[in-house]
């Protein structure tokens, strides 16, 4: 008997990120884990092959956690995955939408969920994750409560979809980075489109964050991400984490790095990977 390997997530059974590992790794075993902290170190124990780890969703914006826990994980990045995000009203067989006097759900989903909550005058009420929403009213039954989480999570703790796809935007769509242990994991087949993400932190020089980036441009990089924030709470002491578009290997990005490393403090790549088909629709 052959055992599978895992894969890390954060959340309980049923949630989004258990559902993308699911989709794109189903030879794989899910494991669930109660923080992103438990899942990187789940990943960099050995415990599990890879990480399915979310960083970004189009309406909510990034995962602050993540940002701040990358840099210093000792994991990289292999691959990226793109899910669309689709919500369901659920409750506990037998309970009418006419009932439903209350909905719960984690915050972010609530917000995405805010016109078919207001339309059918749902007090809210926030939960750790959209799975734990759904799991807590399948252990604690209640006619005039719902749950707001996708569909895995209903079809896991016996629930019933009262009213399917109840996010305000279609176009609703999480990215998922995919991570492992592995310090030099292989690169991607000669052809493929990459990304390259890295972290730096520039020296304290005047324009030294336009003299850093300035080899992207003349270099002819495209940089599809730029996000700064704070490390250990300094005001003065900040993160830049950064996509482009090709391979550390590429004459041009080599000589935009070589810049960038120049006027940076601190200059790491997280990984290089193959870029998702997602990126050739969207937008």
Do not use: W
Not at 33 to 47: E, L, M, R
Not at 129 to 141: I, R
Not at 167 to 175: C, F, G, K, L
């Amino acid at each position: 008997m052959t055992t599978k390997l895992k894969i890390a997530y954060q959340g309980e059974p049923g949630a989004n990120s258990h559902e993308a590992c699911l989709t794109y790794y189903p030879d794989y075993e899910p494991q669930p884990c109660a923080t992103f902290q438990d899942a990187f170190d789940a990943v960099k124990s050995g415990d599990c092959a890879l990480g399915m780890i979310p960083v970004e969703n189009s309406l909510a914006g990034r995962v602050a956690d993540v940002h701040h826990l990358l840099p210093n994980s000792g994991l990289k990045i292999v691959g990226e995955r793109f899910k669309a995000i689709r919500f369901q009203l659920m409750a506990n067989p037998g309970a009418r939408l006419s009932d439903i006097k209350t909905v719960s759900s984690m915050p972010i989903a609530l917000g995405q969920c805010r016109k078919t909550i207001r339309k059918l005058g749902l007090i809210t009420e926030a939960a750790g994750d959209t799975a734990g929403a759904a799991k807590a009213l399948a252990e604690h039954p209640n006619p005039t409560r719902a749950a707001i989480a996708p569909a895995l999570a209903a079809q896991i703790y016996g629930l019933e979809i009262l009213l399917k796809d109840v996010e305000d935007e279609r176009y609703n769509t999480t990215r998922f980075l995919v991570m492992t242990a592995d310090r030099d994991p292989p690169r991607p087949p000669a052809g493929v489109p990459c990304v390259t993400s890295f972290v730096f932190r520039v020296r304290n020089l005047p324009a030294a964050l336009y003299k850093a980036l300035g080899g992207f441009a003349t270099n002819g990089v495209n940089m599809t991400k730029l996000e700064s924030y704070m490390e250990n709470g300094a005001f003065t002491a900040t993160f830049f984490y950064a996509d482009v578009d090709g391979r550390p290997e590429d004459e041009a990005l080599v000589r935009a790095f070589e810049e960038l490393d120049f006027f940076s403090e601190r200059f790491e790549i997280l990984g290089c990977y193959p870029a998702d088909d997602f990126r050739k629709t969207a937008g």
